[in-house]
């Protein structure tokens, strides 16, 4: 049974700190994700991981770094948080597949609240 | 760009009744789709998926359905439980690793 782990689910924070979020998945996956939820906007890639010390940048990175020294585990960093970060944030990890893609699996989520 | 969109952010239903979710999507390099469904307070969960090759694929209540021509998919979850309630997401993906989600509809089933 798949299980991605984050570090935490609900995390406060001050405008201007440095944010890590972290996750660990245990099932020796390729594949490694970082997205937000908002309200209205679905779940937004911020960055992916094929390998590790390998990133790819998604759909909304900046703002963003990510971290990737081993293969479960992947970081992803605010440099300096800001109130529009405000969001959850949720890490998902998958097998490489030649075509097509196989399904992701989540883990449940950090609610982070920049103040 | 919202290549994958969901234009009903809601959707109530009767119990034992059908519920019909939709989705359109812009891209055409996507050749496998996804749906996913979501709780409060979870990270989302695979629910059921399907190949561009094919037009229609069921996994017990659930059955995926899709049109390339008209860029639509739809899922159908027959019979309906209130268990269901959740929101669901489509997904799509175009050969790679990324896959694209859509902004989900809320899917309320009335006991």
């Known amino acids: 049974d798949v299980k991605v782990t984050q570090s935490s689910r609900y995390l406060v924070k001050r405008t201007g700190e440095k944010v890590f979020l972290e996750c660990v998945q245990d099932?020796?996956?390729?594949?490694m994700f970082w997205y937000r939820q908002d309200p209205g906007l679905g779940l937004r890639l911020i960055y992916f991981?094929?390998?590790?010390?390998?990133?790819e940048k998604g759909d909304i990175p900046e703002g963003y770094s990510v971290s990737r020294e081993k293969k479960e585990r992947f970081s992803l960093i605010l440099e300096s948080a800001s109130t529009n970060q405000t969001s959850m944030y949720l890490c998902?990890?998958?097998?490489?597949?030649?075509?097509?893609?196989?399904?992701?699996?989540f883990g449940p989520g950090t609610r982070l609240t920049v103040t | 760009d919202q290549q994958v969109k969901q234009n009903s952010p809601s959707l109530s239903v009767q119990e034992g009744r059908i519920s019909i979710l939709n989705c359109d999507y812009t891209?055409?390099?996507?050749?496998?789709f996804l749906w996913y469904k979501k709780y409060p307070a979870e990270g989302p969960t695979f629910l059921i998926s399907i190949s561009s090759i094919k037009d229609k694929n069921e996994d017990g209540r659930f059955t995926v359905f899709l049109n390339k021509s008209a860029k639509h998919l739809s899922l159908h979850i027959v019979p309906s439980q209130p268990g269901d309630s959740a929101v669901y997401f489509c997904?799509?993906?175009?050969?790679?690793?990324?896959?694209?989600f859509g902004t989900g509809t809320k899917l309320q089933v009335i006991p």
């Open positions: 997904a799509a993906s175009g050969g790679y690793q990324k896959v694209t």
């Open positions: 991981s094929y390998d590790v010390k390998m990133k």
């Open positions: 099932m020796d996956h390729e594949n």
């Open positions: 891209n055409s390099m996507f050749d496998y």
């Open positions: 998902a990890s998958s097998l490489v597949v030649r075509s097509g893609s196989y399904e992701q699996y």
